[in-house]
Structures are given as structure tokens and as C-alpha cells.
DNA sequence: CATGAATGAGTATTCATTCAT
DNA sequence: CATGAATGAATACTCATTCAT
């Protein structure tokens, strides 16, 4: 693609990492619908359209596929939601607009979203996929705690508030995932508007 | 063996539901924490104190274990949610009184809940668990419905609206389960209050 | 078979003994003429009778059987050749009961003879079966520096006259099982005697 | 490539010829410890510093390497013990010479010894590798039975009094390498006149 | 009825070999 | 010629299921 501007010199460059795109790509398709214990590696290979023994050369063990797979979702929903950080003065706005970036990439990335909160738990994820969660949680938690502090939200204990906020998201993905139409633009501002009412002083 | 000295005792016929329970307790506990492919029969056996062989007495399959399984606990949800169902003339008790009686259920079955959650669009749950699963929708949608028509619920899709309730529901309890510690009373109407000031009108 | 004794028993307790043992035996077949890694576990269960399952029922993995034989027949080999360890008093008596004790045993098991010499110091080996070995040459080595010091043998390294004499009566078991021919009592006699000459005084 | 330019120098034949050697040279080192099956084809080709496509251009698989490794150093080791074979009057000359070259031999590449040893007998050496084994064999087996004509050695089988020998001799290098230090040129003659003593009429 | 030893189909993983560069 | 990424057949090992006791 973008690549006219190197042109001239072969795609070296991309040799094994489209393998490893196509690997990461078949492994979320299948891990979203069919559970991590319920795809076999021999399957992502063949969705992948590769040999099932390059998988092995990618990637040290299936379960070092889905830790990997993990944080690099992480990471993208990270970035898609958090990147340009400039918390708006008010909780209003900061809700909106955090809302609208996560309906954003839960719209153009349906199964990461999906399979970020199916993995969410997973005994198979190790520490640093662990931790890169953690991190995540504690920088939600400060905000929320600091507009509480301003009487901008309910005076409730924050995990709740988020699990609220969080779980009501998810569930609307999920759902829309199950029945596989994307939700309108309409519909995104409309569950925004129910979940500030929720959460709002 | 010695059955004949006993064959006027009809209790003993439970014996084997002793077994039966045993079985599915076991296998629910597993099948929250481990998942469907994550749990094996020998696990499911040796926590139930049973022999692995029994547990073939009693289901045909581990996957038809997991749909007894299923089936069971949301007729238990149902029951506990539904019954004396006399739907009371404003949306805003009805609410109070399902989210209470959710909370309730999930409070004292928490396992029983996440698993609902987990296996909700399992590809292994045959066609008569999930015919279950959609009498239930269909009920409570007939019910947003009426109350969209009393102008007391948002005017938005009843699916959307109860996406999100759902899902803000299943967010807490999920949240309460890792953090193994149960909510308070205050917690919990604290959400309901959350939750209704997201859907109604 | 010679459980006359407790014939109204049923043999419960070999319930499992017979296989562990059929997989045992057919496990040394099978490395001795192929080796450790040209061995495949199949082959073992086909060999053995047993379904490739069982043998992981018996053994945790394929490293631990080729070490619970190696200790088995090791062990085997020092019961038959020290027992009843009472060293005669001249070196002459004890080379010979030394050397018919090990061609008896390497004529009656000569596969376990030649596996435990092939596996000497294979890698797979772990830590208690290396101390077995060990345990053993420490016993040989203190009895010949022992008939030294008495002027009975040659005043060469130790281990040297051991080398010689393990290895000459090592290559004569390989030649014979080579030759698939067992050597007569008379030409076990003519290489003790050829031996002892080697290293007497 | 830019072989054009050099296509009238012959000795570039010879960098091939290079190549070659390191990977017999890197195969041999790891067949004799950890066998042939125990060695992964990748192995050889990293000690070889070669890539392992390149293996293939010089040997057919990886059986046909072991072949002709066996093969080459099998031949290397009747090279070096027979050359110059004018057999010497006496069978004390005769055996000291013998022994003197082994022991040269296998001081000198202690790892060809070893090889051979090890897969003398195994199933994958192919009909030319046994016949080549087995005319080293018919040589000496003349030579002893003539000694024994001469009532130089003892009237016992030549096979037996071979394996007591070559047994010996390997019992010896094996228990050098094991202990990874060289025998001295005192303990070789020590062995030598042990050996002597075990044969001699 | 209950058991758990036995099974073998199925899974993750390795490795000899090929082939595009 | 040389390479090493890619492959898939083969291997160690697991586990749902059966069945003799």
C-alpha cells in the first residue's frame, strides 16, 4: 500500500510480518467466537493461510499468540482512545468525547473490542498483559475520582460508576456484534446520553 | 447389588439426584472459572466426588452437561426474577423490582450469573437453550415497549435500551466477582438509581 | 501365575502392574535397538499392547520412563551382581565371582545390559539415575584400589583397569547380540580368564 | 553473481569443498553427543555457519549425511591404522602397532572414534557403510586366526578375542572422553600391556 | 448403579526438507 | 550457489468417553 514512495526497493522490508499480520488477524477472528481453548492452532493457520508450523515462528506458543494478540489490542484501543489526551475542563465533555472515541473503534474494530473484554480475565494472560490493564484502570479511576471531587459525577464508589459505564458499553457492542449490524451514529449518541445521565451528580 | 431388600424404598431414587447435583455444582464452578474447553471432565468428576464414568450415567455428553447446565440456571434467573410476576403500574417500580430482584439473584448465585454471562452465544449450546434465552428477550422487550408507549422510558431502540441496562448490570456484578467482594444494599440501589436515570424518559 | 497362595483373591492388585510392566519391557526392546529418540511412544503402546494413553497413566512423560527403566534395570543389575556381597579374600576369587555374576545376568537380560550401557550418559538422564551409576562405580573403584594395595593387580589407574574390563566385557555382550547368538559357559570362562590376566599383577 | 569476472579461477571450486567439511566437521560434534536423532538438521547447519537449504546441496538428506560421515571417518580410521600394512613378523609387534595407531588415532580425533562406535550398528546406516565395516572386520579376523595358527595367541574364538580387544580399547577412550581428559602416552602403553596379557597364548 | 483404568482421536509443537529470492 | 522463511508430516501428550469389574 502507502509504499510509493519506496517503490524502487523490493518489499523486503515486509517479509514474515505480513505471516505474522495475517496470524494475529485469523487467531482475534477465531478466539472471538470460539474461545481460546476452543481454537485449535491448526485452524488460525489455515484462516491464516499458512503452514501451521510457521505460527511457530512468529510466536513461541499458542499462548504466547493471545498474549501478544492482547497487548497489542490493548495497545491500539490505548492509543485510539487516549491518544491527544487534553482533558477538557468538564466531565460533560471528557465523557463525550471518550465515549465517542471508544464507539469509534469499537465500530471500526469490532472483534479487538469484543475480544478485549472476553480475555479481560483469562488465567493464560501473564503479567505484563496484566499489568498494561492495570495501568489503564488506574488512569480511568484518578479522572473519575477527580471530577467527583468537582460534584461533576454521583457520589459513588468509583469502580462502580465505571463498571456501570464500561459494562453498559460493552453491552452494547456485544450486542450489536451478536446481531452483526453496526450500530447508526444515532444510536452511539443516544447510549451516550443514557450513560451520562447515569452517571452524572 | 442389594437393591432387592430395598426396592420398596422410593426415596432411594434420589440417591442418584444427590450425584446429579453434585455434578452440575461442580461443573458450574469450573466452567465460571476455567471455561467450557478450559475444564475437563476427570476436574468436574473429582470436584463432584463422583467417578469420572458417572458423570456419563447422569448427562450424555459434557456438552450436554453444559446445556443442562445452562438451561437449569436460567430457569433458576427466571423464576427468580419473574415469578409472582404482576407487573406493577408504573415503569419505575417495575424497574426498582427487577434490578432488585436481579441483584438478589446474583448476589446469591454469583457463579451462576457469570456463567449466564459467559455462555450466553456459546456455539456449543443446542437449539432448545437458546430458544430459552429468546422467550426471556422477547418478554422483557414486550415490556420496554409498553413503557416507551406510557412515555416513561426514552424513546430509543428497546434492544439499545436494554443492552445497556444489561450490560451496566453484568459490569457490577463481574466487577464485584473479581474483586471477590460482594456489593452492599447501598451499592446496589445506588446502580439502580444509576441505571433508571439512564433509561427513563 | 504362582499366586496359588491367595487364588481367592482376585488379582486386584496387579491390575495395572501387568501393564506398567508389558510397557516397561517394551520400552527396553524398542531403545536398545533404536535408541532413546528413534523410539516413538506409539510404537511403545503397539509393542506393549496398550493404548497410547495408558502409558501416560503409568509414566508422566517419555523422559521419565526411559529413567524409571534406566533405575529399574540398573538396580536390577546391582542386586544380581552384589548380592550376598562377601568379598571372597584373594582378588583371583573375586574377579571370577565378579565376572560370571555380570555374564550370567548380561545372558539372562542382555537387552537391559546393553540399554543401560547405551544410556550411560545420555542427556536425558536425570539427576537420580546419574547418582545410581555413580553410587556404583565408587563401590568397584574402592575394591580395586583395595586388591592394589595388596600387589594382586596392576599398579595402573584405577579407573583405567576398569575401563579395560568393562569395556572388554561390554564389546563381548555386543558382539553376541549382534550375532544374536548367546555365548556358550566355556567361552564366558575363556574371556574371565583372558581378562583376569589382563590385570593382575 | 559476479562470477563471471572469476570463472578462470578453478580453485573457487574449492570454497564448496569448504563448506561441505564444516558441515560433516559441525554434524560429527553433535551426532556423538546427542545422537542421531537427538540432532536437529537446523543444529548442524548453525555450528556449520551455513544455511540449512545449503545441507542440501551436499548431501541428500539428512541420512545420507550420517552415510557418509560414517563412511568418511570410518575410512580415515583404516587409513590411519593400516596404512603402510607390513604386517610384522610377530603378533607382539603386530598387536603393539595396532593398539599404538588406534590410540593415536583416537587421541587425535577422539570424537571419530566415539561416532563410530555409537553407530556401528544403527538402523540407518545404509548397505555400503556395513559392507565397509565389515571388510575392516574379515581383515583382522584374518590376522588372529593366523596368530593363533602360530600359537602366538590364545585358542580361543577370534570374534571373542576381537571383542575383548576392541571392547577394551573403546572402554578406554570412552571413560577419557566422559572424564574430558586425555589419556597419557604412559597409561596407553600400560593398557596396551594389559591387553597384550589378556590375548597372548 | 458406580467406578476409574483404558483407550484413541485430537491437539500443540517440532523438524526435515523445499524453494523463492 | 547460498539462504532461511515456509511448510506439513510426524511426534509427544491430553482428554472425552467406554466398559469390565
Redesign the pocket.
Known amino acids: 500500500m502507502a509504499n510509493a514512495t519506496t517503490s524502487n526497493r523490493?518489499s523486503?522490508r515486509h517479509?514474515?510480518g505480513?505471516?505474522r499480520e495475517a496470524i494475529m488477524s485469523a487467531a482475534l477472528d477465531l478466539f472471538v467466537d470460539r474461545g481460546f481453548?476452543g481454537?485449535?492452532?491448526?485452524?488460525i493457520a489455515e484462516k491464516a493461510?499458512?503452514?501451521?508450523?510457521?505460527?511457530?515462528?512468529?510466536f513461541?506458543?499458542?499462548?504466547a499468540l493471545v498474549n501478544e494478540l492482547y497487548r497489542q489490542e490493548k495497545q491500539r484501543f490505548a492509543t485510539n482512545v487516549i491518544e491527544n489526551w487534553t482533558p477538557p475542563s468538564g466531565a460533560r465533555e471528557l465523557f463525550r468525547t471518550l465515549w465517542s472515541k471508544m464507539a469509534k473503534f469499537a465500530t471500526q474494530h469490532p472483534k479487538s473490542f469484543v475480544f478485549l473484554e472476553l480475555h479481560h480475565h483469562a488465567r493464560y494472560l501473564d503479567k505484563a498483559s496484566i499489568e498494561l490493564e492495570q495501568r489503564m484502570l488506574a488512569l480511568f479511576t484518578g479522572t473519575v475520582i477527580a471530577a467527583q471531587a468537582r460534584r461533576e459525577l454521583k457520589d459513588a464508589p468509583p469502580r462502580l460508576l465505571m463498571a456501570l459505564v464500561m459494562g453498559a458499553f460493552v453491552g452494547v457492542v456485544r450486542n450489536c456484534v451478536e446481531m452483526s449490524e453496526p450500530l447508526t451514529a444515532a444510536d452511539w449518541q443516544t447510549a451516550e446520553q443514557c450513560m451520562w445521565e447515569a452517571i452524572r451528580a
Open positions: 523490493p523486503l517479509i514474515g505480513d505471516k481453548f481454537t485449535t492452532v491448526p485452524e493461510n499458512v503452514g501451521a508450523g510457521t505460527i511457530y515462528r512468529y513461541d506458543s499458542k499462548e
